[in-house]
């Protein structure tokens, strides 16, 4: 979802992504909302579902750093190969402070709310 979002050219859609909000163009907030699923999502994966003892190990890391270079490699791919994109600088930073703070916040609460759901669930299955 995240590629279709960043590749798709929304002028067709009579969206206007340029108009401000707070001082902050409308396209960053797009840009921010994007990608803040992404470190739930990469987390849980490596955490949970794969099975390699380094990807579980170092699920946190391993988040943080494949969802800056995805958001790096999603501004160079709309530089060099869509005309009617162009990679900037500041929708990467909209990108990177997204992808940090929800790996923040996955670091934080994400092994007690993973615990928490586990218990809930047991729980209702021997109820």
Not at 4 to 22: A, H, N, Q, V
Not at 85 to 103: H, N
């Amino acid at each position: 979802m995240v590629l279709f979002l960043c590749f798709y050219k929304f002028s067709s859609t009579g969206i206007d992504l340029g108009e401000y909000f707070l001082g902050i163009r409308l396209d960053r907030y797009a840009h921010f909302a994007m990608f803040f699923p992404y470190p739930f999502i990469t987390w849980l994966t490596c955490r949970y579902t794969v099975r390699h003892q380094f990807l579980s190990r170092h699920a946190i890391v391993l988040t943080l750093i494949s969802g800056l270079v995805f958001a790096g490699l999603t501004e160079i791919c709309q530089d060099l190969f869509f005309q009617s994109r162009q990679g900037d600088v500041y929708d990467f930073a909209a990108d990177s402070l997204s992808i940090i703070l929800g790996t923040v916040i996955v670091s934080l609460a994400g092994p007690h709310a993973v615990r928490h759901l586990d218990r809930m669930v047991t729980r209702n299955k021997t109820a």
